[in-house]
Structure formats: C-alpha cells, structure tokens
C-alpha cells in the first residue's frame, strides 16, 4: 500500500539522520555486551535476512523481498566470522557476488585455482552459518559445492560464539 511505503520512507529517513548525527563508535548496551553502534546496526541487518528467510519458510508462497544490503551485510560477515572460526589460507569459500574467504589450516594457495573451493549462494550460506542448514543437507541437495580435502566445513557449521 502506498500509505506503508511513505511510512518506511520516512522511518528510513529519520533512522538515516540519527545515525549520521552520532558516532558509529557510540557504545549500546546489549545482551552481549557493549557494541559500538556500527556494528550493532550490523548485527540487526543479520537478523533481518535471518528472520525474512525464517519467515519465507514459515509461509510457503509468500513472495517476501531480502533487502539487497542486508543480504550482502549479513554474507560478509558470516563469511568474515568462519574466517575468524577457522584461520588458515588453504580452504577458499565464495559466496557470490558477495564474499570471498580464505580459511582452515594447511596449505596456502597462491596462484591459480585453489585446491580446496567451497561454494555457495548467499542464502544458503546463511542458512549453513546460522544453522538452519546443515551441510550434510546442503551438499546432498546440491546447495553447495565443495572440492578438495579440505572442503568439509561440516564441523565448522553453524558458527557460534
């Protein structure tokens, strides 16, 4: 309805001017912790393409957009906290066209194509990260692709804490 999107235009940009207006390094009390502001707006576009697939699923047929931005947020960043998980340069894992990282300890490539590749798309690269996707089912369901020896990230998925 026309009455909703001048609803979230406007949201949108008064959410816009209180951010320009403070400091991403602002602290936040949360749950967690404290948060610099920017990376809890972070951490809400994750839970935003989270919740958006959980409620996709929940409602079969239901066409419901995935904000590009946060798609993209919220790929990175997992793909960045596997990075973390399991550091090393022998395993390269895609996520187009989104993300790219080296990780697991081994080898490193350097030139040409890598010996270890795991590749996905971005919701099912959520969807393994945050659990509700294992990799079993994945691979079994041709959900991703993996090559080499070190292409099994089944004992690193879901990421936690």
Same mark, same amino acid.
């Given at each position: 309805p026309p009455d909703l999107d001048a609803h979230l235009e406007e949201v949108e940009r008064r959410f816009t001017a209180h951010l320009d207006a403070r400091p991403g390094g602002r602290l936040l009390p949360t749950g967690a912790g404290a948060l610099p502001l920017a990376d809890y707006v972070v951490t809400r576009a994750v839970g935003l393409v989270v919740h958006t697939d959980d409620l996709a699923a929940a409602v079969p047929g239901l066409d419901i957009p995935y904000d590009r931005q946060a798609l993209a947020a919220a790929t990175r960043l997992l793909a960045d906290a596997l990075a973390v998980k399991a550091p090393g340069?022998?395993?390269?894992? $895609?996520?187009?066209?989104?993300?790219?990282?080296?990780?697991?300890?081994?080898?490193?490539?350097?030139?040409?194509?890598?010996?270890?590749?795991?590749?996905?798309?971005?919701?099912?690269?959520? $969807? +393994?990260?945050?659990?509700?996707?294992?990799?079993?089912?994945?691979?079994?369901?041709?959900?991703?692709?993996?090559?080499?020896? $070190?292409?099994? +990230?089944?004992?690193?998925?879901?990421? $936690?804490?």
């Open positions: 340069g022998s395993t390269e894992v $895609r996520i187009p066209p989104y993300a790219v990282v080296q990780c697991v300890e081994g080898p490193r490539h350097t030139r040409g194509t890598p010996p270890n590749v795991v590749e996905t798309d971005p919701l099912t690269w959520i $969807r +393994l990260a945050t659990g509700r996707l294992t990799w079993a089912d994945a691979l079994a369901g041709a959900q991703v692709s993996a090559s080499g020896e $070190r292409a099994d +990230l089944g004992n690193l998925l879901p990421l $936690r804490g």
